[in-house]
């Protein structure tokens, strides 16, 4: 195990390994979904253009910006500023750009809003879309609903076919709860008859706010009855499903560095700024969140804090010891470690009440239960002289739960 996981890592530790920030422009969201772990989606207040501003810089005097960062506007629904709040908001990221670093803005949305002035917007600027769709009406509506209770999924479809006739290409992001399971063909086949052929599945999580999920009873064999069927279903039908590729790619090319952990457990590979500046890292799920145990988990503040007061603060020190002990944890009792090694803190503090803790339920389906399908029918071909083809690495969005 890596020495750093040992007491707090140093600013010198950590220079350009910040390849995603995640800018809360808004915690307001239009629409209220049953497994949101959001704590503060009513609020509708706007990050102030120096807030954007501070938060590019920080990167910048931390020496924590990678060459490339990718900037993913989250934590709400982004749409709900208007498109000249970010054409505003562009510019002053761009101003305040780190030297030297290449910037590349994206978006996960609900899609009830996207229309054809924020795809100008998207063209103008070249975002990377995500669309959060569970699937056709029937189940899409069971989880999906506006503050009234009504379905949004007809609102999101509006949004797809904008994006579809702009050109503008996007991925899915689909939320598997229980009613999802007995339905894999269905759900796979829904996307491809829309032209929406890369998707991810995420299981619905326990998390934030969200503190019971619908799959937390024993569902593994039903998981994996679910995943076997839809990834079939998706190869006849030309579906990308962002699970088995980002596994095929990590075993045809394994992690390399000294970090052994991933980048949801590893410090400032993911930095959240909140729309009142307050600095997160870790899974951006933690974004503020005040835990009973902890407190707020802000480490301190872009236009107030300097990188060495965060790494010293109780905040960050009380955080990093769970979660590297958690990580060795992993590293040592768990076969799968050499695939999500160790796991999202955000899943780990959700269900056990630390980030010191190992195996989850989100774990168990959506890393075990995968990976043991996708090795299972490795092996099989295998047997006929199958070679594994060459896998796409991974998108920096794969990262961003997008439960929303």
Known sequence: MAEFLIGAPQPDDLRGRTRLLVLQGTPFCNIACNYCYLPDRGNRARMAP?????????????????????????????????VDWYRDAFATAASARPAG????????TNGTLVDDRW???????????????????????GQRRTRAGRGTHGAAMRGVAALQRHGIPFHAICVIGDAALDAPEELVEFFAAHDMLEIGFNVEEVEGVHTRSSLSRDRAARFRGFFERAWRRAVALGVDIREVRTILAGLQEPPAGAWPGNDQNMPFDIVTVTHEGRIHTFSPELAGLVHPRIGSLALGNVLTSTLQQVLDGPVFRQAWAEIAAGVAACARDCSYFPLCRGGAPSNKLGELGSFAGTETMACR?????????????ILQDIDQDWALPPVAAPHNMDKISGYF
């Open 50 to 82: 120096e807030t954007v501003h501070a938060a590019l810089r920080w990167l910048e005097t931390s020496g924590l910006a990678a060459p490339e960062l990718a900037v993913v506007w989250h934590a709400g629904e982004p749409l709900t500023l208007p």
């Open 101 to 108: 670093a290449i910037l590349r803005h994206c978006i996960q």
């Open 119 to 141: 795809c100008a917007l998207f063209r103008e600027h070249g975002v990377q879309v995500g669309i959060s769709l569970d699937g056709p009406a029937r189940l899409h509506d």
């Open 365 to 377: 389906l959506g890393h075990q239960e995968i990976a043991e399908t996708v090795l299972q029918q």
